[in-house]
C-alpha cells in the first residue's frame, strides 16, 4: 500500500517538474523580452517584435509605455493625415506607415517584370521614359535605379516630398526627377534617395499600362494575402517610402524572400531574382555620397540593406529599416525572419540598438 508521504513526495516531484518544464520554456526569450521592456521607452513607447520561423512564430510579444509627449507626437501625426489617433498597443494587424521599408516591397515588384523577360536589369530607362534621356539621364540602368547608384543628385527629403505633393501623374514625378542634377557617374555612385525606385516604378508603369498601385496589388499583395497594405492609394505612388502595411503582411512577405521567392506553394519571385535582391552593390569602387546613419556598416542590393561583402553572393541576412523605426529582417543561415514594429523618428543609436538586437535573436535562435 502506498503512504501518504509517498503521494506527497510525488506531487511535489510532479508539480516541481511541471514547472520546470515551463520555466525552461519561458528562459530562450528572457532576454528578448527584457530588450523589449528596456528599449521601447526610447523607441517611441510602443513596439511589436514578431519572429517567424520553421511555418510559425516562436515569438511575439508587444509593449505599450507611451509618455505624454509620445502620445501628443502621435496624435499631431494623425491629426496631419486627418485621421484619429491609435493609442493602443500594436497587434499583428495594425497598420502603419512603413517609409522605407517600402523599398523592399517595390524592388520585388519590379523584380518580377525581369522574371517574366519583359524588363532586364541592364535595360537602360530612356527607351520609356524619353524625358530622362532629354535631359542626359536616358542611360542610367533598372539596376541602378534599384540600388541607389542612378547619380542623380536630390534634395533633402523633407524638400523632395513637398514638391512631390504638388505631382498628379507618374510623368510629372519623372519631369522633376529629370530636371534634378547629377552628382556622379550612373552605377559609380550611391546616393540612398528616392529617384532610383520612382524612375523604376514609372517604368513598369509604362510597359503594363497600369498603376504602381494596381501592379503592386495585383503581384505582391494578392499571391502573398496581404490584406492591410497599399501604397496609400493616391494620385501617384511612392515607391521608396508611400506604404502602409502590418507586421503580419510584412512576415508573409518576409517569408516568401526567406523561401527563396515561393510562398504557400506559389512561386512569387524566382530564387534568382530573391538572389540578385541580396547581392551589394554598394562596393569599393563606388563613392559613396550619402548612406543613412542607421546602415552603417551595410551593403546595398536591391531594396534592402544586406552585407557589405564583394564576393558577389547572396547576403547572409538583409533588411530595410524605415524612417519612423520599422526593421524588418531576414536571415539567411538561421532560416528566420522578423519584424520589429515602431513609429519615432529620433534615430540616434538606432543602427547600434537595432544590429544588437538582431544579434540578441540569432543567439536566441542558436539556442532553441
Not at 524619353?130 to 527629403?157: D, M, Q, Y
Not at 499583395?221 to 511612392?238: C, Y
Amino acid at each position: 500500500m502506498i503512504s501518504i508521504q509517498s503521494v506527497k513526495k510525488f506531487v511535489v516531484f510532479v508539480f516541481f517538474f511541471g514547472l520546470s518544464g515551463l520555466l525552461s520554456a519561458q528562459v530562450p526569450f528572457a532576454k528578448l523580452d527584457h530588450w523589449m521592456d528596456e528599449n521601447t521607452k526610447d523607441m517611441g513607447g510602443r513596439t511589436l517584435l514578431v519572429i517567424y520561423k520553421d511555418g510559425k512564430i516562436i515569438y511575439n510579444k508587444s509593449v505599450l509605455d507611451m509618455s505624454h509627449r509620445q502620445k501628443t507626437i502621435v496624435k499631431y501625426v494623425a491629426r496631419k493625415q486627418g485621421m484619429e489617433a491609435d493609442l493602443t498597443e500594436y497587434t499583428l494587424n495594425s497598420q502603419v506607415m512603413i517609409a522605407s521599408s517600402s523599398k523592399w516591397y517595390s524592388a520585388a515588384l519590379v523584380m518580377t517584370f525581369v522574371d517574366e523577360g519583359k524588363l532586364q536589369l541592364t535595360d537602360t530607362v530612356g527607351s520609356w521614359l524619353p524625358v530622362l534621356s532629354a535631359n542626359g539621364k536616358g542611360k542610367i540602368t533598372i539596376s541602378e535605379c534599384l540600388s541607389h547608384t542612378t547619380g542623380i543628385k536630390e534634395p533633402p527629403l523633407k524638400e523632395l516630398l513637398k514638391d512631390m505633393k504638388n505631382i498628379n501623374s507618374m510623368d510629372q514625378a519623372m519631369e522633376l526627377i529629370a530636371s534634378l542634377p547629377m552628382e556622379g557617374e550612373p552605377g559609380k555612385t550611391f546616393h540612398y534617395s528616392n529617384a532610383g525606385l520612382q524612375i523604376a516604378g514609372a517604368v513598369i508603369e509604362k510597359i503594363s499600362g497600369k498603376s504602381f498601385e494596381e501592379l503592386f496589388a495585383e503581384r505582391i499583395v494578392e499571391p502573398l494575402g496581404m490584406k492591410n497594405t497599399d501604397f496609400g492609394k493616391k494620385k501617384v505612388a511612392l515607391p521608396a517610402g508611400g506604404a502602409r502595411s502590418t507586421t503580419e503582411d510584412y512576415l508573409r512577405f518576409l517569408t516568401m524572400i526567406l523561401n527563396k521567392g515561393s510562398f504557400e506553394g506559389k512561386q512569387i519571385l524566382s530564387e534568382q531574382s530573391v538572389n540578385e535582391m541580396q547581392i551589394n552593390r554598394m562596393v569599393s569602387n563606388v563613392k559613396v555620397e550619402y548612406s543613412p546613419a542607421e546602415a552603417k556598416g551595410l551593403g546595398y542590393g536591391y531594396g534592402e540593406w544586406v552585407d557589405k561583402s564583394e564576393d558577389g553572393k547572396p547576403s547572409v541576412w538583409a533588411t530595410s529599416p524605415g524612417l519612423f523605426g520599422s526593421f524588418p529582417w531576414i536571415e539567411n543561415e538561421k532560416h528566420y525572419c522578423a519584424f520589429l514594429m515602431t513609429f519615432y523618428l529620433k534615430n540616434e543609436g538606432r543602427n547600434e540598438r537595432y544590429i544588437g538586437l538582431k544579434h540578441l535573436v540569432d543567439e536566441t535562435i542558436s539556442g532553441l
